[in-house]
Nanobody, 115 residues
Framework: QVQLVESGGGLVQPGGSLRLSCAASRSILSIFHMGWYRQAPGKQRELVARISIGGSTNYADSVKGRFTISRDNGKNIVYLEMNSLKPEDTAVYYC?????????WGQGTQVTVSS
């Protein structure tokens, strides 16, 4: 069973940056499209960034131009670089497959954007 462990969250001021990491317990990045999701209090979980097996990327309109998803297949890690953060980016961030049945969700990493 694949385990996904997210890290890198924290408290940051508006306009700041964070880099999130998602480590997979075994090699899945080269055979699945991967995505970063977020869930804000009282809201449904949403997909904000996606990277295909071939390396193409897609972003939700709300983060386009500010977030960058990438991956290191050799290290089994997916990254999410977040710049120009806004208070509305505050959420718990998770990684998982971007299509098909998700693997068990990790604990996520909390991102709080506040002055």
């Amino acid at each position: 069973q694949v385990q996904l462990v997210e890290s890198g969250g924290g408290l940051v001021q508006p306009g700041g940056s964070l880099r999130l990491s998602c480590a997979a317990s075994r090699s899945i990045l080269s055979i699945f499209h991967m995505g970063w999701y977020r869930q804000a209090p009282g809201k449904q979980r949403e997909l904000v960034a996606r990277i295909s097996i071939g390396g193409s990327t897609n972003y939700a309109d709300s983060v386009k131009g500010r977030f960058t998803i990438s991956r290191d297949n050799g290290k089994n890690i997916v990254y999410l670089e977040m710049n120009s953060l806004k208070p509305e980016d505050t959420a718990v961030y998770y990684c998982n497959l971007a299509s098909g049945p998700p693997r068990p969700w990790g604990q996520g990493t909390q991102v709080t954007v506040s002055s």
